[in-house]
């Protein structure tokens, strides 16, 4: 890099993070080392002294807050300052002259601003962004003001949770204290046995004591005396009395000791808690809001090179407002605007059997066809209404069941449900064919990512699994007869559709029980293979067997 005095000729080959802005007007290449919001421009150092002698007032940021640099010019690239020029489609990215210099000198699709942007202010896209940001912002408020809330609460609850770990702690107290009790009582009783065994044996010896004293001495004195027959006599009491003697010390050496051995499970096992148990953050979501149908109405999405009837499997709707649809029969993947018009169209060589969204404009569309080599995952995005193929992947396995979280894709094989990379690597297998729901015909994940649902329509359960395949909860709601598609939204509003049953029912997040049937055949429903629930317009989008339209229902 360049120090902030130094230029250069416009054509030299140096290459700013920042350049001066007057520099530039002057023809020369200098690196910026100060940025003014209010001006909009960057300086360097020679610049900037020029600057505030003329408005002494502005505030000016130095290479120390090069953070607050960026944002502020709608037209200027946010990490190099120079203005913006082209857009790369395969990136989704605006750029300047140094972000295609750096960054994106080998993308095949660069889309010069102004031809992107002629007749843009018209678009109803551009006309409803105001009322859309000002939702937003109202969200925004809504959510900071219970943020705000949120402070107070956690403060009440850091507070009850240790309560709660210091009552848990007297628990375990009290119960040590007990088990302390008890083995004090039994060493106390053990105790007072060995003191009156001590004290009987010390009244045994001091007794023998004085029998082996009396006998030897009245011994001795017999033998003084010549009196043979009381010595022998007396000989033959004082060997049994000395008998006697010793086994009763054999007997006391013998006697066992006080020993203490703690309980060998009680130190282990408090040695492998890390805690006394586990402070959770639980993050507080929306509430789920029943819904119910207001009005519905059908929308043709059959093209003029449809050859066969239109039969849509999977639907997903973009940030954007834009809508993709997969179509069976056609081997379509269609794109919709916002008025459900079909405006763009990609060709598959196989049929689509469900897509989902990732992120942003980008969609991922499961394909099977009749042999190993078509099963795979198919990428499209979205740019200027148009639909684009971006790239692929194939599997050793048909795939009939697709949902993204988090940069991973859950795949149901029919038998199976895998979780996979974005690149195509298998992470692991959940569940298999041993599995008690043994069919996997549609997954979708929860917005947490800690529940994984899943359709058997033929036993017409909704399966909600964990992480790692264990079954949390069924439901087989009479009203939900052989389930054939579903959805959840980002705020967790499940919906699924009964294909037999020719209805859509709302489920709780847990997948344990039927919150309420929002759309019936009176709506425009004939067997519903797929659904869609659009939280931006609180929509249904359901897309019917063999039907050349789909189905919007207007919920309330």
């Known amino acids: ?38 001006c909009e421009h960057y300086l360097c150092q020679k610049c900037v002294n020029i600057h505030g002698d003329y408005f002494k007032k502005h505030v000016v940021y130095g290479r120390g807050d090069i953070q607050k640099w960026a944002g502020f010019s709608m037209d200027r ?81 850091f507070k009850d949770i240790s309560s709660e770990i210091k009552a848990f702690r007297k628990k375990i107290n009290q119960i040590l204290d007990k088990l302390e009790k008890k083995t004090i009582e039994q060493l106390d009783n053990m105790m007072e046995d060995f003191e009156k065994s001590i004290k009987d044996d010390l009244e045994t010896f001091a007794l023998m004591h004085d029998q082996l004293s009396t006998m030897i001495e009245k011994l001795q004195q017999s033998a003084g005396k010549n009196k043979e027959s009381s010595c022998y006599i007396g000989f033959i009491k004082c060997k049994s009395k000395l008998s006697e003697a010793k086994s009763i010390v054999q007997e006391i050496r013998e006697k066992e000791r006080m020993k203490f051995k703690s309980d060998e499970i009680v130190l282990p096992f408090l040695r492998k808690l890390n805690s006394l148990g586990n402070v959770k953050h639980v993050r507080k979501t929306d509430s789920i809001h029943v819904y119910k149908a207001q009005s519905s109405s059908q929308y043709k999405v059959k093209i003029k090179k449809d050859k066969s009837i239109c039969d849509i499997v999977g639907i997903c709707e973009l940030p954007t407002g834009e809508v993709v649809i997969a179509d069976y029969n056609n081997k379509r993947v269609k794109l919709l605007n916002r008025q459900y018009e079909v405006i763009d169209h990609c060709d598959l060589q196989d049929p689509p059997e469900q897509l989902c969204h990732i992120t942003g404009s980008e969609v991922a569309v499961a394909v099977n066809g009749i042999s190993v080599t078509s099963y795979g995952v198919h990428f499209f995005t979205v740019t200027k209404g148009k639909l684009l193929a971006v790239r692929k992947f194939t599997t050793d396995h048909e795939i009939h069941a697709i949902a993204h979280h988090q940069g991973k894709l859950y795949m149901g094989s029919h038998f199976d449900l895998h979780l996979y990379t974005m690149d195509g690597n298998i992470i692991k297998t959940i569940c298999d064919e041993k599995s008690p729901y043994h069919i996997v015909h549609r997954c979708a994940v929860s917005p947490d990512g800690e529940r994984i649902y899943v359709i058997n329509p033929n036993t017409s359960k909704l399966i909600t699994l964990d992480t790692s395949g264990h079954v949390l909860s069924t439901e087989d709601d009479s009203y939900l007869e052989r389930p054939y598609g579903l959805c959840v939204s980002p705020s967790g509003h499940m919906f699924v559709c009964g294909q037999r049953s020719n209805t859509v029912v709302q489920v709780d997040k847990e997948g344990r029980k039927t919150l309420a049937t929002v759309a019936r055949m009176a709506h425009g429903l004939w067997n519903p293979r797929s659904v869609w629930f659009s939280e931006q317009t609180s929509t249904l989008i359901v897309g019917n067997f063999e039907d050349d339209s789909i189905t919007v229902v207007q919920l309330c």
């Open 1 to 38: 890099m360049a120090s902030g005095g130094s230029s250069f000729h416009k054509g030299s080959d140096m290459i700013h993070d920042y350049s001066c802005f007057k520099c530039e007007e002057n023809d020369l290449n200098t690196e910026a080392q100060h940025f003014c919001p209010q």
């Open 77 to 157: 690239c946010a990490h190099h300052g120079k203005e913006l020029e082209v857009h790369c489609d395969d990136h989704q990215e605006l750029c300047c002259s140094v972000c295609v210099a750096l960054n994106h000198r080998l993308c095949t699709r660069i889309s010069h601003l102004p031809d992107l942007a002629r007749g843009f202010l018209q678009t109803a896209e551009f006309i409803q962004l105001p009322a859309a940001v000002y939702k937003m912002r109202d969200r925004l408020d809504e959510l900071k003001n219970d943020r705000i809330k949120d402070q107070a609460s956690l403060k009440d609850s």
